[in-house]
């Protein structure tokens, strides 16, 4: 099945620093979605990219999905400490979601 | 508006025994999904539904049995629960009919231990 290949692993930030997220696929997608799950909680949707070049913008945070639509990133700017948690991307394979292993996202004052 | 439920939220049991997980959606929503979130391997599907009478196995499927007689029901049973089973369980269910409605939506979460 598709599989996408998520990085990095973990981040530490310092409050106000910039972070970013990397998906990326071998094969192109038809789109893709972006979850974030906090400590002790549940994965929620945040947005999901279907067009080639897409990018959106919520607040700090900012979707791209590439040209090739086999890559996207979420970017957040001046991370704050409600930033923490883990940032999930998946793909449509089928009738079903394939998730990336996800980026886990700390922020220390 | 309850959404999507899970329970029990926290279960510990012993190797060996049958465990059912409940999952119950107030949406209607056609498709329900089984996922296991351990370290390192992030969310993984077990077993899907696409509607009531209709499921098929996902990554991770081994060890796990599944039905749905109902749209808002989807029960998980761990038939001979095994240490390798402690993890975090969680139900979604979603539209699934095109892009524009594939958004999941998750259950808080079992978790379950197996001593």
């Known amino acids: 099945g598709q599989q996408v290949m998520q990085i990095p692993q973990y981040q530490h930030v310092q409050e106000g620093e910039d972070f970013t997220t990397y998906c990326n696929s071998s094969t192109t997608l038809s789109n893709i979605q972006w979850y974030k799950q906090r400590p002790g909680g549940h994965p929620v949707f945040l947005i999901q990219l279907v067009k080639s070049g897409e990018v959106k913008k919520q607040k700090r945070l900012t979707f791209q999905f590439g040209e090739a639509k086999k890559n996207s990133s979420l970017h957040i700017t001046a991370t704050q400490t409600t930033d923490v948690g883990t940032y999930f991307c998946?793909?449509?394979?089928?009738?079903?979601?394939?998730f990336g292993t996800g980026t886990q996202l700390k922020v220390e004052l | 508006d309850a959404g999507i439920t899970q329970s029990p939220r926290y279960k510990i049991t012993e190797t060996g025994r049958q465990v059912t997980l409940m999952c119950h959606q107030t949406?209607?929503?056609?498709?329900m999904f089984w996922y296991r979130q351990d370290l390192g391997h992030g969310l993984r599907l077990i077993y899907y539904s696409a509607a009531a009478d209709i499921t098929d196995k996902g990554e991770v499927p081994d060890g796990y049995v599944v039905s749905r007689s109902k749209t808002e029901n989807f029960p998980l049973t761990l038939e001979s629960a095994t240490r390798s089973q402690t993890s975090v369980y969680f139900c979604?269910?979603?539209?699934?009919?095109?892009?524009?409605?594939?958004?999941?939506?998750f259950g808080p979460g079992t978790r379950l231990t197996v001593l």
């Open positions: 949406w209607s929503h056609s498709y």
């Open positions: 979604a269910s979603s539209e699934f009919q095109d892009s524009s409605t594939d958004t999941q939506y």
């Open positions: 998946a793909i449509r394979g089928g009738n079903k979601l394939t």
